[in-house]
């Protein structure tokens, strides 16, 4: 069974930092195209941006676009997500996925000052 472990999440203030981590177990990452995806209160899960299993593509959706960094690291089996310059909206629950079907349990990101 495929399984994923989001990490990083915490309170964070706006302009401020995070760095979020998705580690892979019980399969080797660097076969797959990764997503990281959040949901806020209310609202729809939307996708947030995602890299290619080479690392060689990736995509940002236009509200993160030059504030979020992804990448990754296949040889710790993990895909980390850099929070910076937050915003009062970048807060919700953050989540990674892989194959379309397989995610993990979400790690909560707050930005508040």
């Known amino acids: 069974q495929l399984q994923l472990v989001e990490s990083g999440g915490g309170l964070g203030q706006p302009g401020g930092s995070l760095r979020l981590s998705c580690v892979a177990s019980?399969?080797?990452?660097?076969?797959?195209?990764i997503g990281w995806f959040r949901q806020a209160p209310g609202k729809e899960r939307e996708g947030v941006s995602c890299?290619?299993?080479?690392?060689?593509?990736?995509y940002y959706t236009d509200s993160v676009k030059g504030r979020f960094t992804i990448s990754r690291d296949n040889r710790k089996n993990t895909v980390y997500l850099q929070l910076n310059d937050l915003k009062l909206e970048d807060t919700a629950v953050y989540y990674c996925?892989?194959?379309?079907?397989?995610w993990g349990q979400g790690t909560q990101v707050t930005v508040s000052s």
């Open positions: 996925n892989v194959r379309g079907d397989v």
């Open positions: 019980r399969f080797t990452l660097s076969s797959y195209h």
């Open positions: 890299i290619s299993s080479s690392g060689g593509t990736i």
